[in-house]
Each structure stands twice: as C-alpha cells, then as structure tokens.
C-alpha cells in the first residue's frame, strides 16, 4: 500500500500567515488522485481539495493544492482563526485509499 | 443537499457482536460508493473498505479485512458496518463518508457524524 507522510507535524502559526504542508508518497500517486482534508475537535473531516489541486464547493479560494507524482502540498495563503486545525492527506488512485497521519496547525 | 446520518454511540463488552449504520439521502444512493473510516481518538484517520450498494460490491484494506464486514441496503439506503466480535481495540470513531464522484476511485466528499464505539470488560 501507498505511505504518505505528511510534515510537519505540528505548525505554529499566527493568524494572517502563510500556511504550506507537506504530503509525500511511498510511490507514485496515479492521475493525482490526491484529496486533502480538514478537521476541527469534535467534528467530521470535511473535504477541501481533491485531484490534488481542485478546490471543493464551497471552499475559500485562500486553499490551495498543488503536486505531481510523490510530492504534493497544501498552502493556505493567509490563515484565518477558523483555519487552525488538523489537515490529512489522502490518497485515492490505489487500493487501499491511505491517508497520511496528520498535520496540525496550532496558534502561535 | 447529501447527507449522511450515522446511528448513535455504542458502549459494548470485548466478544460482543455489533451493526452500526449509515442513512444516505438526497442523492441517488444506490450509485455512489460508500467508505468507512476508523479513527482511534487522538489518532489520524483509517480508511476500511468501501461497499457499491447498487450491487454490495465491498473492497477491504487488507488491515481490516476478515476484521469487519461492510454491507448495504439499496431499498433503505443504508450501508453498515459490523463486528462478530468485538476486541477492546476496536474502540474509536468509525466515520462512513461517501464518495465524491461516482467512481471506484474518488475523494470523500460527504461524511457523516460519526459513531463512537466503546469496547471494555
């Protein structure tokens, strides 16, 4: 199965900052099959990118993803307070779907 | 709108058998493939397997396979996930999320509550 790492693993940030995380893979992901999602304490993931780059409905255009191959991330270009929480990545072009283990952005 | 609507916590004892659900609606259930995720509490996220209910076509990580069964009623719109027999290390979040695209391969689009199950003598 596909490994995927995510660094770092803790990010300490202000609001109004420049947010990059880190995902990359064991092996190729095929056709960018890459999502990445986001969770608060106590709720569900919810989705913000999936095919690597392609921002879900309804999600503020300051989420970005970008990547190829192995090597992908997602930056959110200014962090709003609502933004700081745990993000996953995830891959789904081979079985089984593997997610990383987590990236957690925490306010300085 | 989609939504997916988990049934409510379980607290059970290890060797105890257990069916947890997951009600689609607002979408045709039956043509989208359904996902089950497991989250160990302050843990990351696992993905199980995933079931077509249009014809009960489940696929299992081999981490859970024989571990768990997944299954669903297309004629309830209803997908489940269901232990013989429950060991302490199966307590943890379990999350059924459906699929973003009507494709095999797909991004978790839409996800549920979750269910906490709680295993312990």
């Known amino acids: 199965e596909i490994v995927l790492t995510q660094s770092p693993g803790t990010l300490s940030l202000s609001p109004g900052e420049r947010a990059i995380f880190s995902c990359r893979a064991s092996q190729s992901v095929s056709s960018s099959n890459l999502a990445w999602y986001q969770q608060k304490p106590g709720q569900a993931p919810r989705l913000l990118i999936y095919?690597?780059?392609s921002r879900a409905t309804g999600i503020p255009d300051r989420f970005s993803g970008s990547g190829s191959g192995t090597d992908f991330a997602l930056t959110i270009s200014r962090l709003e307070p609502e933004d700081f929480a745990v993000y996953y990545c995830?891959?789904?072009?081979?079985?089984?779907?593997?997610f990383g283990q987590g990236t957690k952005v925490e306010v300085k | 709108e989609v939504q997916l609507v988990q049934s409510g916590a379980e607290v059970k004892k290890p060797g105890e058998s257990l069916k947890i659900s997951c009600e689609g609606s607002g979408y045709p259930f039956a043509f989208y493939w359904i996902a089950w995720v497991r989250q160990i509490p302050g843990q990351g996220l696992e993905w199980m397997g995933i079931i077509y209910p249009g014809d009960s076509d489940a696929r299992y990580s081999p981490s859970f396979q024989g571990q768990v069964t997944i299954s669903a009623d297309k004629t309830i719109n209803t997908a489940y996930l269901q232990w013989s027999s429950l060991k302490a290390s199966d307590s943890a979040i379990y999350y059924c999320a459906r699929h973003g695209s009507g494709f095999t391969k797909s991004w978790l689009g839409y996800w549920g509550q979750g269910t906490l199950v709680s295993v312990s003598p």
């Open positions: 995830q891959q789904y072009g081979s079985s089984p779907g593997t």
């Open positions: 095919a690597a780059s």
